[in-house]
């Protein structure tokens, strides 16, 4: 916000990896705060998102605020066959995060009770489509590499879940976890660009 404030408006943003993760984030709380209000950017570009996560007070309470000591017990275990007796919205949002952390541990070398043993109001609280019903109606491009890891990927289709599937563009790419640079791929997003672009333009005519 203070850097909007600052330095914008911006009419469009582009986020990789953990900064793609950030961008959705931020329009979903946005839009949760401020349903009536315009989004704070008419067009997006999510290359290789992480999973988003809230900050959201009462959907984190939505997700883990009512669960009995022994499902706490679960969590704080870190074994994923206890998450998997967790009530529904709780082993959703904890299983599909675990799965992504565990794939890629050799890179942030944390282990799973870094994230998990501690208290409820600190967890990590995933936003998934099938729990946070919000839908974004700006127009998208997603990014992502073919040869990135399956984990990964999914985090991609996750985000692709928020966003109205008439106003999306995907771009897949033969490279990793990475900003592609090979150049037709890279004229393949910026097609896909200025394809938001102009829906977003058509959306204020």
């Given amino acids: ?49 992480t999973p988003p996560l809230a900050r959201n007070t009462d959907y984190c309470q939505f997700l883990f605020g009512s669960l009995s000591p022994q ?11 206890e998450f998997a007796h967790l009530p529904g919205q709780a082993r959703a949002a904890t299983t599909t995060l675990v799965g992504v952390l565990d794939a890629v541990q050799s890179i942030i070398r944390k282990p799973r009770n870094f994230y998990f043993d501690r208290p409820m109001s600190e967890l990590p609280s995933l936003l998934h489509p099938e729990l946070c019903k919000i839908r974004l109606s700006i ?14 990927r999914s985090c991609g289709a996750l985000v692709e ?14 490279a990793g976890h990475e ?18 672009i102009g829906q977003s333009q058509l959306s204020i005519c």
């Fill in 1 to 49: 916000d203070d850097t909007i404030a600052e330095h914008g408006p911006f009419d469009g943003a582009f986020g990789f990896s953990q900064g793609a993760a950030i961008l959705v984030a931020y329009l979903i709380e946005h839009k949760m705060s401020c349903p009536n209000d315009p989004s704070p950017f008419r067009f997006v570009t999510l290359c290789s998102p």
């Fill in 71 to 81: 499902d706490e017990a679960r969590i704080r275990s870190c074994q994923q066959e």
């Fill in 139 to 152: 127009p998208t491009v997603h990014v992502r590499g073919k040869n990135e890891l399956s984990a990964v």
């Fill in 161 to 174: 879940g928020f966003f109205e599937p008439t106003k999306q563009r995907l771009v897949e790419h033969t």
């Fill in 179 to 196: 900003i592609p640079r090979l150049g037709s791929e890279v004229r393949q997003i910026l097609l896909a660009m200025e394809w938001a």
